[in-house]
């Protein structure tokens, strides 16, 4: 994984190597910088299946050029900070240095339901 891990955090000196290993967020020991794991699962835009995914120059991108269940070429990326054991044979995971105002917004993509994934929603009590 590290050439591919190399290849998507290019802007970065740091590869994060020995960052995370038994945790989801904390401090690079090597750089620094506060890093939190993401993961990414790539779906079919038409029938919302789950494609392989690759890394290719930086970007997330489904393995196969067309869709096995619907034959779409169309596809798009979910990043998630969570994902149920039973996606990580489909998910890209990387570590990127989160900025310390970013915490709120990222809490608030935490996605839930193994099945049917759909963000959590929050209740304003002013509906
Ligand atoms: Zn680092
Ligand atoms: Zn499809």
Redesign the pocket.
């Known amino acids: 994984m590290k050439s591919l891990l190399d290849l998507f955090l290019r802007k970065s000196t740091?590869a994060?190597t020995h960052?995370l290993i038994n945790t989801n967020e904390g401090y690079?020991p090597?750089?620094g910088?506060y890093l939190k794991k993401y993961f990414y699962i790539v779906r079919c835009l038409r029938c919302d299946v789950k494609r392989e995914a690759k890394i290719y120059f930086g970007d997330v991108l489904p393995k196969e050029k067309y869709c096995t269940n619907c034959g779409s070429k169309e596809y798009y990326v979910e990043k998630l900070d969570i994902i149920s054991f039973i996606d990580i044979p489909y998910a890209i995971h990387t570590k990127e240095i989160v900025l310390q105002g970013e915490f709120e917004f990222a809490s608030a993509q935490i996605w839930v339901d193994s099945n049917n994934v759909k963000p959590v929603r929050y209740l304003t009590g002013s509906v």
């Open positions: 740091c994060h960052a690079c090597d750089c910088a």
